[in-house]
Nanobody, 127 residues
């Protein structure tokens, strides 16, 4: 079975940093583009960042550009989201996802094209 497991969320001070991780199993991770999404209370799930299979190409929504960095380590089957200069508006459950078609890449990533989801990890930022 495909499994994506996020970790690294928590409570952080405004301006602080966290690194989220997403470890994949049950698929050939290195074949897949990947994405991070977030969903704040009462809000729709929002695509945040996407990365191609090799990690050479990555994309970010404007609200996180310059603050977040998406990367991957295919040898570890792991996707990372380094989150710096965090703001209260970043508070959300963060999900990693893989597309139905391994090489599909959109910017921002789209929930409708994501076939596999992690369970989510909560980021809470407080000023």
């Amino acid at each position: 079975q495909v499994q994506l497991v996020e970790s690294g969320g928590g409570l952080v001070q405004a301006g602080g940093s966290l690194r989220l991780s997403c470890t994949a199993s049950g698929l050939t991770f290195g074949d897949y583009s990947m994405g991070w999404f977030r969903q704040a209370p009462g809000k729709e799930r929002e695509g945040v960042s996407s990365i191609n299979w090799s990690g050479k190409k990555s994309y970010y929504v404007d609200s996180v550009k310059g603050r977040f960095t998406l990367s991957r380590d295919n040898a570890k089957d792991t996707l990372y989201l380094q989150m710096n200069s965090l703001k209260p508006e970043d508070t959300a459950i963060h999900y990693c996802a893989a597309p139905r078609d391994a090489g599909y890449l959109s910017h921002p990533p789209r929930p409708t094209h994501s076939a596999h989801w992690g369970q989510g990890t909560q980021l809470t930022d407080s000023s």
